[in-house]
T-cell receptor
Framework: KAGVTQTPRYLIKTRGQQVTLSCSPI?????VSWYQQTPGQGLQFLFE???????NKGNFPGRFSGRQFSNSRSEMNVSTLELGDSALYLC???????????FGQGTRLTVV | GESVGLHLPTLSVQEGDNSIINCAYS??????FIWYKQESGKGPQFIID?????DKRQGQRVTVLLNKTVKHLSLQIAATQPGDSAVYFC??????????FGAGTTVTVRA
């Protein structure tokens, strides 16, 4: 069974631009969560989706948004990119909320 | 806010020895805990989990111990191998379903 797939793996963007990252969960998994990982802040929760609804959101500005589609695939969007948004963005999926979560390889975003 | 933390940022272990990685959490409402292993350039890999109604769970070469009284979690790795070198994170969640991660412990296995 394929794992969590994130695309693209690497991305370089310029300040002020916007970016969309994609996540395909493990087949059958309905809950998708997003995390930001940086050397200084560690792994920080961004948001969680279940049945196309955002059920929980971390402490990030409104520039960070996401959505989930009917097939459970999810995207996250960051608008007006800042240098500090450079990070590894990780997606995790689980069968249902509160169950064991499996991570993808992440998208490495560099803002220049 | 509530946070999950690891006692030591680094751990150096002789190959073949047992490793113990510790984690303290502060949210008394936490009821589900997961250990992850992250190798360089990869996403966190699920190792083992435990719910708050248990105090011990064993997997292949790994054991997780949970002490709810002192809000402490540990991961024991038996017969540590070079492939065990990685950063290990504990994570906890309560009824809000978001995972809160500790800062991580970097384990280095000496040959």
């Amino acid at each position: 069974k394929a794992g969590v797939t994130q695309t693209p793996r690497y991305l370089i963007k310029t300040r002020g631009q916007q970016v969309t990252l994609s996540c395909s969960p493990i087949s059958g998994h309905r809950s998708v969560s997003w995390y930001q990982q940086t050397p200084g802040q560690g792994l920080q929760f961004l948001f969680e989706y279940f049945s196309e609804t955002q059920r929980n959101k971390g402490n990030f500005p409104g520039r960070f948004s996401g959505r989930q589609f009917s097939n459970s695939r999810s995207e996250m969007n960051v608008s007006t990119l800042e240098l500090g948004d450079s990070a590894l963005y990780l997606c995790a999926s689980s069968l249902d909320p509160g169950q064991k979560a499996f991570f993808g390889q992440g998208t490495r975003l560099t803002v220049v | 806010g509530e946070s999950v933390g690891l006692h030591l940022p680094t751990l150096s272990v002789q190959e073949g020895d047992n490793s113990i990685i510790n984690c303290a959490y502060s949210n008394s409402a936490s009821d589900y805990f997961i250990w992850y292993k992250q190798e360089s350039g990869k996403g966190p890999q699920f190792i083992i989990d435990i719910r708050s109604n248990m105090d011990k769970r064993q997997g292949q070469r790994v054991t997780v111990l949970l002490n709810k009284t002192v809000k402490h979690l540990s991961l024991q790795i038996a017969a540590t191998q070079p492939g065990d070198s990685a950063v290990y994170f504990c994570a906890e969640t309560s009824n809000d379903y978001k995972l809160s991660f500790g800062a991580g412990t970097t384990v280095t296995v000496r040959a």
